[in-house]
Structures are given as structure tokens and as C-alpha cells.
């Protein structure tokens, strides 16, 4: 399993561009990228996946270098209701079954 | 709602006890994930099943067990408790087994005294 490093925290205020990197050097061939975001008491929630150059739905878009050995997570514009935990996570297309979670990065949005 | 059940919401009970968690996944969904959070350690991923058949294990202990039954609920027993044991657990389902996106359901508050 791709072991990952993000931030522990940032801070941003209101209506600023967020940028989250995730740093996965010995991320393999079939492996994927994935986000997740957790309010506190509450499950993780999906954001977005991909595996190279860039994805963007209607939450986030996500970019990759073509190394792959990182990611960058970008929210555009964020509220205070962004406050949370965001997580990066490496899984394998070929196999893993764990979605293993890192400490993730504990975004506060200050107004 | 993500569509994933876990009962109950909250649960408190005595050392040395034993519980379990219920987890109902999403309408469809194979494969569900058992994972523990406490306040030092994080999201640990305990255990998934795929199915009915276990596909992975993580940093899940021996007095805990889990399975998942025909109809594709899952319980999550956890046996001899200790006061660390005290954390929130959380089931997650999946339509395939690993690779794809995860619904968390709201988790159960086990605090045990």
C-alpha cells in the first residue's frame, strides 16, 4: 500500500481557493487517487478520485502530475461549512481491498 | 443520507463485556468495511468482507470479530472490552470489493466504562 503525507492542518478564509497536497512517492502502476472529507462525529464522505492529469466534478477538481507522486486537492471558493478532515487515499485497481486512511489534513475555514 | 444503517447510534457498557454493531450497506452494494476511530489513533481500518467472505484484514484484534450474513448486513462483535476500546465505529459499503467510491454510514459511539 502507497504510503501518503499531507499537512496536518490549514487555514484559509472565506471565498479563498484551497489547495491540498498529497505526497505518495511509491504510488504503483494501478493505483489510484481518492479523497475523502469528514465532518467531526460524522463517517467519511467521497470527494473525488482519479489517476493522472486532472478531474473536476462539482465539489472539487483534483490535479496530477504526470509522475503521479503527488496530488493536489483544490476547492474553489470555501465556506465555513468546508471545515473538516480531508483525507488522501492510494488504493491499487489490481487487488488491495484496504482504504486505508492517513491522518488527513484538518482544514478550518475562518470567516 | 449515504444509504448505510449502523445500529445503535450510541452504546455505553462495562469492561470485560461484549457488543455488537449492526451495519445494513446501500441497496446493491457487496462489499462492506469496518473501520474504528479514537481520538490518537484516527480511522483504523479494521476488517471488509466482499459477499459474505472476508478479502482483507487491517489492525483489527483478536477479540474482535466481524461477519456478514446472506442478506448482506454485517456485525461487528466485540468481545472482552476494554476502556481503550472506547471509540466511534463505522461501517462502510462499496458496490465492488476495493477501488471504488465508499459510503460511510454515521457511525456507532461505543463508550465503555
Known amino acids: 500500500l502507497a504510503k501518503t503525507t499531507q499537512p496536518i492542518s490549514m487555514d484559509s478564509y472565506e471565498g479563498q481557493e484551497v489547495n491540498i497536497t498529497c505526497s505518495h512517492n511509491n504510488i504503483a502502476t494501478n493505483d489510484y487517487i481518492t479523497w475523502y472529507q469528514q465532518f467531526p462525529s460524522q463517517g467519511p464522505r467521497f470527494i473525488i478520485q482519479?489517476?493522472?492529469t486532472k478531474v473536476t466534478n462539482e465539489v472539487a477538481s483534483l490535479f496530477i502530475p504526470a509522475d503521479r507522486k503527488s496530488s493536489t486537492l483544490s476547492l474553489p471558493r470555501v465556506s465555513l461549512s468546508d471545515t473538516a478532515v480531508y483525507y488522501c487515499?492510494?488504493?491499487?485497481?489490481?487487488?488491495?481491498?484496504?482504504?486505508?486512511f492517513g491522518k488527513g489534513t484538518k482544514l478550518s475555514v475562518i470567516p | 443520507d449515504s444509504g448505510v444503517t449502523q445500529t445503535p447510534k450510541h452504546l455505553i457498557t462495562a469492561t470485560g463485556q461484549r457488543v455488537t454493531l449492526r451495519c445494513s450497506p446501500r441497496s446493491g452494494d457487496l462489499s462492506v468495511y469496518w473501520y474504528q476511530q479514537s481520538l490518537d489513533q484516527g480511522l483504523q481500518f479494521l476488517i471488509q468482507y466482499y459477499n459474505g467472505e472476508e478479502r482483507a484484514k487491517g489492525n483489527i484484534l483478536e477479540r474482535f470479530s466481524a461477519q456478514q450474513f446472506p442478506d448482506l448486513h454485517s456485525e461487528l462483535n466485540l468481545s472482552s472490552l476494554e476502556l481503550g476500546d472506547s471509540a466511534l465505529y463505522f461501517c462502510?459499503?462499496?458496490?465492488?470489493?476495493?477501488?471504488?467510491?465508499?459510503?460511510f454510514g454515521q457511525g456507532t459511539r461505543l463508550t465503555v466504562v
Open positions: 482519479g489517476y493522472k
Open positions: 462502510a459499503s462499496s458496490v465492488a470489493s476495493g477501488g471504488t467510491e465508499a459510503f
Open positions: 487515499l492510494v488504493y491499487s485497481g489490481a487487488g488491495s481491498y484496504q482504504l486505508t
